[in-house]
């Protein structure tokens, strides 16, 4: 059977709060992965042109070198520069969580992808097959773009079917947190001053520890010893009495 040559497709979905896209891919010059088997050509020269007109300023490729030296694709990383596209090599292992070696390579990564999508530019993200490994690491980014963890796994499974697909992956972008976010505020709310009108001296003092404890001793009603309070009793109930002992 004669090979058709085919397209090199590209989906991409908007990277949270930015205005650039992240993109997700399989391998430049791999044939796309068929139980039937393939029946593409793929050309290298012609996926990396797809993947310059696509406007792609930065594609990080995931596979490790032994992979890349397998398919044959050593001239990738070359062909890539020549058109002014800057290439990382972060290799995640094949089933798709990261291990200290990535996690490594990664923080050296990430903040620059995140600079070139804050200034509306685009990043793909490629392995071998463009699901397990490409889509969890697109989740990642989004989520340390500050999108929600859950959001972003929704958003990449809807741009790219099949990807993350494994509770492992999923347990870990559920885990991550945008490194931004901050601790919720436990400061004391400032009572609200009316403007124009300066606050008096009970003001002032309201709120204060021993301000508030005056006051409340104040407010308390004074205890009267038991056999004053008896007296004054017998005493109201004699006037009203006069045959009463004490009339």
């Known amino acids: 059977m004669t090979a058709t040559p085919s397209h090199f497709p590209i989906a991409s979905l908007d990277a949270a709060r930015t205005r650039g896209r992240i993109g997700m891919s399989f391998c430049p010059g791999r044939p796309p992965h068929s139980p039937l088997g393939s029946i593409y050509s793929r050309d290298l020269a012609h996926d990396v042109g797809t993947i310059a007109r696509w406007e792609t300023r930065v594609i990080v490729t995931l596979m490790e070198e032994r992979e890349l030296f397998e398919l044959g ?5 070359g ?21 200290s070696d990535f996690d490594r390579r990664w923080a050296a990564v990430s903040p620059g992808l995140a600079m070139v999508l804050k200034q509306k530019g685009r990043v ?8 397990r490994r490409t889509g969890f690491v697109a989740a990642r980014l989004l989520v340390e773009l500050g999108c929600r963890p859950e959001d972003a796994i929704n958003r990449v499974r809807a741009a790219r079917p099949g990807a993350i697909d494994s509770i492992e992956q999923e347990r870990y972008v559920l885990a991550a947190r945008h490194s ?3 601790a919720p505020s ?6 609200i001053q009316q403007p124009g009108r300066k606050r008096t001296r009970a003001e002032q003092i309201i709120g204060r520890p021993a301000a508030l404890s005056l006051l409340a001793q104040r407010a308390a009603p004074t205890p009267q010893p038991f056999l004053t309070a008896l007296v004054r009793h017998d005493e109201q109930d004699a006037n009203l009495n006069p045959s009463s002992p004490l009339a």
Request: glycine letters at 6%; proline letters at 12%; one cysteine or more.
């Open 186 to 191: 436990r400061a004391v709310p400032q009572r």
């Open 124 to 131: 793909l993200i490629h392995c071998k097959d463009g699901l």
């Open 73 to 77: 694709l050593q001239d990738l990383p």
């Open 180 to 182: 931004a976010e901050a």
């Open 79 to 99: 062909r890539l520069r020549s058109l002014g596209i800057t290439w990382h090599l972060v290799p995640l292992p094949e089933h798709g969580v990261p291990d």
